[in-house]
């Protein structure tokens, strides 16, 4: 049986890494989400763990960001702050 606790530690290091990526390039969450297409909203829902996003959402944020997924997590807080 898979480690629940695990699995939603891992996804709120996801969104801790978005975060952390959007605020290391001096961007607000209206400037990531008009350079992907997404509500401010939508993107502060993710940051915070009200959404979960999917392999393609992160993949835009990444790119948007100028970075790969894998730099992006790479550089995400170890915990919540």
């Not at 939508?42 to 990444?62: D, H």
């Amino acid at each position: 049986m898979i480690d629940e606790k695990r699995v939603w530690s891992e996804i709120r290091r996801v969104q801790r890494a978005i975060a952390a990526a959007r605020h290391l390039r001096g961007m607000t969450q209206l400037q990531l989400g008009a350079k992907v297409g997404m509500l401010p909203t939508t993107l502060s829902a993710i940051e915070c763990g009200r959404r979960v996003p999917t392999t393609y959402t992160l993949a835009r944020l990444a790119v948007a960001l100028g970075m790969t997924i894998e730099e992006m997590l790479k550089n995400a807080p170890a915990q919540d702050s």
